[in-house]
C-alpha cells in the first residue's frame, strides 16, 4: 500500500501495475547480486553513471561520531521509485568505503540496470563499519531523508530496500520499524533468525575446524613468534592475511586430508550440495 492511502484502502489497476513492475525490477537486481555479497569485495573499483553522485552525511551519534559515505544515482527518466541499498558486514579496522563490491559484477555496477528502467539509487557506507545494525538504520533513514530534499515534493512513489548479509537485517528491521517510510524490500542472506544463533555456529564450527586442522590458524604467519590463536583471541589485524594465507592454508589443509574434512562436516553440520563437489569448501571459508 502506498503511504498516502488510508489503511482500508485498496490500491488502483495503475498503483498496482507501478508497484508489479517495482517488483519485478527488484528481483532481476537480486538474481545478479546473489553471488556479490561477501564483504572481501566491498572495496572494489567502479566508474559511477554520471547520474550518480557521492557524498556524506553527517550523523549525530556520540558514540561512534562520524560522516557516512553516500552515493545517489537519480536518472533523467526517474520513474518516482527509489532503490535502497542495505551493505554486508565490514571488518571494523577497515576505512569506510561504499559498497562498489557488493554491486559490482565482471566489471559492471549492477544499479546501472535499475537506473536505465528509470528507478533511483541510493546506498551508504554508514559511519561505522564492524556490528552496526542500529547505526546503519539510522543511517539509511538519514539518507532518505537527504535523497527527498533533492527531488519535487511529493514526487517519490515507493522506496524499496535491497539488504545483503548483515545489511539483510537491518532491511527488516527497517521495514519493521518504520513501515509508512518504506514500501517493500528484499532481505538476503541475513542473519534474521538470531544474530546469538549465527554467532553460535560460527564458534562451534572453528572449534571442530581447530581440532582438526590445528596449525592452519597461527600469527603472525611465517615469523618465529608465530603461534595458533583460537576463535576468542583473534588478533585485530589477522584480517589482513586472510586471502594471501589463511584462505589458501584452509583449501589445501581440506585438500590433503579429506578424511578430516568429511569429519568436520559431519560433526557440524555444515550445508554441503552433493552435487557440487566445491560447496563444502565454499561454505567453510564463509563461516
Not at 554491486?103 to 559492471?108: A, E, M, N
Request: proline share 8%; hydrophobic share 45%; net charge negative.
Amino acid at each position: 500500500m502506498n503511504r498516502s492511502e488510508g489503511a482500508g484502502t485498496a490500491m488502483n489497476p495503475i498503483q498496482m501495475q507501478r508497484r508489479e513492475k517495482a517488483l519485478l525490477a527488484i528481483l532481476f537486481f537480486l538474481v545478479l547480486i546473489l553471488d556479490l555479497i561477501i564483504p572481501a569485495l566491498t572495496f572494489a573499483q567502479v566508474s559511477f553513471p554520471s547520474e550518480c553522485q557521492q557524498g556524506t552525511l553527517p550523523t549525530d551519534d556520540r558514540k561512534f561520531p562520524g560522516n557516512q559515505l553516500i552515493l545517489v544515482c537519480i536518472p533523467a527518466n526517474w520513474n518516482g521509485n527509489l532503490v535502497l541499498y542495505a551493505h554486508g558486514y565490514v571488518a571494523p579496522q577497515a576505512p569506510l568505503a561504499l559498497p562498489v563490491g557488493e554491486l559490482t559484477l565482471d566489471g559492471t555496477f549492477v544499479p546501472q540496470l535499475l537506473l536505465a528502467q528509470g528507478f533511483a539509487f541510493a546506498t551508504s557506507s554508514y559511519h561505522k563499519n564492524g556490528v552496526a545494525i542500529e547505526q546503519a538504520r539510522n543511517d539509511l533513514n538519514d539518507l532518505l531523508a537527504y535523497f527527498k530534499t533533492l527531488i519535487p515534493q511529493g514526487s517519490l512513489q515507493n522506496v524499496l530496500l535491497i539488504g545483503a548479509s548483515e545489511g539483510g537485517l537491518i532491511a527488516v528491521e527497517l521495514l519493521e520499524r518504520n513501515p509508512n517510510d518504506y514500501d517493500g524490500g528484499l532481505a538476503l542472506c541475513g542473519s534474521i533468525g538470531g544474530s546469538l544463533q549465527q554467532i553460535h555456529y560460527a564458534y562451534d564450527f572453528r572449534v571442530v575446524f581447530d581440532y582438526f586442522f590445528p596449525t592452519v590458524f597461527t600469527f603472525p604467519p611465517g615469523q618465529p613468534s608465530e603461534r595458533h590463536f583460537g576463535a576468542f583471541d583473534v588478533p585485530e589485524n589477522a584480517y589482513l592475511f586472510w586471502p594471501t594465507v589463511y584462505e589458501p592454508r584452509i583449501i589445501a589443509a581440506l585438500t590433503n586430508d579429506p578424511l578430516s574434512a568429511a569429519q568436520l562436516f559431519r560433526i557440524t553440520g555444515a550445508a554441503v550440495d552433493p552435487n557440487d563437489p566445491t560447496s563444502g569448501l565454499k561454505h567453510l571459508i564463509r563461516v
